[in-house]
């Protein structure tokens, strides 16, 4: 079975702050992905990489980084938090690229920010 | 980027009745259709896919169809049962962007 475990499942934090979010996979996947999801939008993609140190931006890039120094992680970092950043973020790894394949996700991370 | 439209937001049935969740997209280009799962508090688990060189797909008591002409794909579940329950997002796969739009999806109540 894939593995995708996310560091935090709940997080507070207070305006300003750095946050880290980390993902591991378990799958040797070379794709690994961060979604954000609220409540009658949807998931929307933050940012992808397809391999490690390469990343791309997905919709909603801005206010966020993120970091794969190695194949099985994948970091995503808000350099000073923001209200409007408080939301259910979601890792997921895949064998296939963009999301053109089963994706697997984590649990979940759920940020609040104050 | 691609405009996927899903409907209906809820969606409430009697145990043993079907349920059908219907998303529409716009770009043409689009070639990979996949359905996910998302009961409370757990992660969404694919259920469901579809790739644009089929027009039907069925597992058990899920099912997919592809309209590529109208540019629509539908969830068909027969037969729900209560762990049905489930929010169900649609996806799509733009070749262009390479990249995955999903849906706002569908919150699915069963009632016993």
């Known amino acids: 079975d894939v593995k995708v475990t996310q560091s935090s499942r709940y997080l507070v934090k207070r305006t300003g702050e750095k946050v880290f979010l980390e993902c591991v996979q378990d799958?040797?996947?070379?794709?690994m992905f961060w979604y954000r999801q609220d409540p009658g939008l949807g998931l929307r993609l933050i940012y992808f990489?397809?391999?490690?140190?390469?990343?791309e931006k997905g919709d909603i890039p801005e206010g966020y980084s993120v970091s794969r120094e190695k194949k099985e992680r994948f970091s995503l970092i808000l350099e000073s938090a923001s209200t409007n950043q408080t939301s259910m973020y979601l890792c997921?790894?895949?064998?296939?690229?963009?999301?053109?394949?089963?994706?697997?996700f984590g649990e979940g991370s759920r940020l609040t920010v104050l | 980027g691609e405009n996927v439209e899903q409907h209906p937001s809820t969606l409430s049935v009697q145990e043993g009745d079907s349920a059908v969740i219907k998303c529409t997209y716009s770009?043409?280009?689009?070639?990979?259709f996949p359905w996910y799962k998302q009961e409370l508090g757990k992660r969404p688990q694919l259920i469901i896919d579809?790739?644009?060189?089929?027009g039907e797909k069925k597992d058990q008591r899920i099912a997919v169809t592809l309209n590529k002409t109208a540019k629509h794909f539908s969830l068909h579940i027969t037969e729900t049962q209560p762990e049905d329950s489930a929010v169900y997002f649609c996806?799509?796969?733009?070749?262009?962007?390479?990249?995955?739009?999903f849906g706002t999806g569908t919150r699915l109540t069963v009632i016993p």
């Open positions: 997921a790894s895949s064998l296939y690229s963009g999301g053109n394949g089963e994706l697997f």
């Open positions: 996806a799509v796969f733009l070749l262009g962007a390479n990249n995955l739009f």
């Open positions: 579809i790739r644009s060189n089929v």
């Open positions: 990489s397809y391999d490690v140190k390469m990343k």
């Open positions: 799958m040797d996947h070379e794709n």
């Open positions: 770009d043409s280009a689009s070639n990979y």
